[in-house]
């Protein structure tokens, strides 16, 4: 009997559609098209891809966590007795802080600021951010269990316990130590990692990001540092006045060395010159004492020749060189000192020349 809340066309429609051969194959294909949305939809998981998955199976032979870890994907679950973890892959952030402003993130997790009790006893409040990843989320779920509990049940508690007691080895002083300071906190993600790594949980970094102090004791170690800058500074004046004088010091006997010095090139250069002068003297005097000496030898020589055999000879010739170029001269030619020109004989005797 037909439904009389069906149209009388459209059952009509439907019944020309579907009662031919190709109609059927259509309502086929529709049939498992939609049982292949409906698979996809309750039998697939798509892992992204800042994720990793784990399988649970929850019944059968091999019920359990499975070792295999998913990738980035689709993976088949079967319905009703498997079931997908996902766990995040990129890195999460830790803040331990009271800044309200920072709480106001809500993709971040928060916790309030630590309070420190150094080795002295004093109580120092430190902001932290801890940084850290999921390296095998199959550890994870074994030993923390799935979604976030690894959180409160792994980093959060290792975390707080080890910074307290690393950060608590430190005097209130030293957290002014940025290499002393550095260095413990190292040694905290050095003990976090060793606590957390077989869990599966790695911690990138560890930021002490501001710490104060007591208030009482936050001014007494202001006062305390302002006292300690106030003496560095008169050490560093009065070191600075030692080194000055130890400059001027310097620069007079420098001074000092460059005027005797002065002084004393002066004077080499001074009795240079009268070594010079007396030299030049010397020799000077020597040369004409050589030439004097050698005048006197040719003076000596010349009187000695003029001395010897036919030096009347000489000086008969010396006469008529006087006599060269005379062309008149008036002698008497009578008398006892009388001349004749014409008589050689009596001229050459006159001038002693002998024969």
């Known amino acids: 009997m037909a439904d009389p809340r069906i149209p009388i066309d459209l059952r009509a429609a439907s019944q020309r559609i579907f009662g031919t051969p190709r109609g059927r194959v259509l309502y086929f294909l529709l049939g498992a098209l939609v049982l292949v949305v409906v698979a996809y939809g309750f039998c697939t998981v798509y892992v992204r891809p800042n994720e990793l998955g784990v399988k649970q199976v929850i019944v059968g032979s091999t019920k359990g966590i499975l070792p295999e870890v998913y990738f980035p994907g689709v993976h088949w679950v079967s319905p009703g007795t498997e079931r997908m973890y996902l766990f995040p892959t990129d890195i999460q952030l830790f803040n331990l802080t009271n800044d309200a402003s920072e709480r106001g993130k809500a993709e971040q997790t928060f916790r309030p600021a630590l309070n420190i009790q150094t080795s002295e006893g004093y109580t120092v409040t430190v902001d932290v951010s801890v940084a850290f990843r999921i390296e095998d989320p199959y550890r994870v779920i074994t030993v923390a269990g799935p979604g976030k509990l690894y959180e409160e049940s ?19 002083e030293q957290f002014y130590d940025v290499k002393l300071r550095t260095k413990t906190v190292q040694t905290a993600l050095d003990d976090l990692n060793t606590e957390l790594l077989p869990s599966g949980v790695r911690v990138v970094q560890v930021f002490v990001r501001r710490y104060a102090y007591d208030a009482r004791y936050q001014q007494a ?87 010897g055999v036919g030096a009347e000879n000489l000086v008969g010739l010396k006469m008529a060189d006087v006599l060269k170029g005379t062309r008149i001269i008036i002698v008497p030619t009578d008398g006892e000192s009388g001349t004749n020109p014409l008589d050689l004989k009596s001229a050459l005797k006159r001038f002693d020349v002998k024969e």
Do not use: C, M, W
Not at 163 to 171: A, H, I, N, Y
Not at 268 to 274: F, N, Q, R, T, W
Not at 276 to 297: I, M, N
């Open 154 to 172: 792994l980093v959060f508690p290792r975390a707080e316990q080890i910074l307290r007691k690393r950060l608590g080895e430190l005097d209130a």
């Open 221 to 307: 170690i202001e006062q305390r540092k302002i006292q300690d800058q106030t003496v560095f500074k008169n050490q560093a004046e009065a070191e600075l006045a030692t080194a000055t004088a130890e400059k001027d010091r310097i620069a007079a006997v420098g001074a000092a060395s460059v005027k005797v010095e002065l002084a004393r090139g002066e004077g080499e250069k001074k009795k240079l010159e009268a070594e010079a002068d007396l030299y030049t003297r010397k020799r000077h005097a020597a040369g004409e004492l050589a030439v004097q000496l050698a005048e006197a030898e040719g003076t000596r020589l010349e009187n000695a020749a003029l001395q």
